[in-house]
């Protein structure tokens, strides 16, 4: 006699199989987030905040404050510096460039002059326009450094020679060429004055005939100045005292004192 099987049998174990597999294997289950959660944790992160203006301004001053510190520091050692002293952190107002006050007019001959190269050749230009600029800058320095040496006010010999030149304009007697930049020598038509190799020549034989009329002291440099001795030495140690002997003018000297006005006015721009 056959014996038949059941066929739930057969299926017993596979499902018992199904079964211990899907009870040994974790499973995993989706958990939808809590919307409460999620509020309260955005309620309790503040935002991000923005440093203020008045917070900027005071990083700022504290950094100003520290670097002065550093920098006083840096030049004064710990050592020197009194016990229980306390840096003052307010750094006093910023006064305004005080503007220097124009000079008086120099009434004598010998002196130092005031004025820098580049307002004596500025000014000049101003009134002659045509005039070579290099030529005039180079004139200035000379001027300046000729009258150094002999001790004469610089100021008031390119102001003289201003006014012989006209502004080098030289619409008298004397050329260009010529180099004389004081009319020596020029009395009139067909005696234009003398005649000078170089412009530093010419202005030197000007500062040592000024130096003849203010002083009797001896020149410092070789002699240039082919009139030197017709001058009576130190008989006019005034500016005005050129009236009638330089020049035969009686406003010439006034008219020498007109152009350093001019002069001053410009260069301390009044």
Known sequence: MTRKTHPFIWLCPAVA???????????????????????TIIEETPPEKTPSIEVKAQETSQ???????????????????????TWNR????????????KPAVPEFIMGKGLISPEAMSAFLLASNSG???EFVENLAFFYIEESAVEGVNHDTAFAQMCLETGFLSFTGLVSPEQNNFCGLGAIGPGQPGEWFPDPRTGVRAHIQHLKAYATDTPLEQERVD????LVSFGSSPAIKGL?????????????????????YNFAYEI
């Open 63 to 85: 950094a100003t404050a520290s670097a002065q510190e550093n920098t006083i520091l840096a030049v004064i050692p710990y050592s020197l510096v009194p016990e229980g002293f």
């Open 17 to 39: 199989v199904i079964a211990f597999s899907c009870a040994a294997s974790p499973q995993v289950k989706e958990t939808p987030p809590n919307p409460s959660v999620i509020e």
């Open 90 to 101: 307010q750094l006093p107002p910023a006064q305004p460039p005080v503007k220097p006050e």
């Open 131 to 133: 005039a070579d600029k």
């Open 243 to 263: 009236s009638g002997t330089w020049a035969a003018d009686r406003l010439y000297a006034e008219k020498i004192a007109n152009i350093l006005e001019r002069l």
């Open 226 to 229: 082919p009139r030197y001795f």
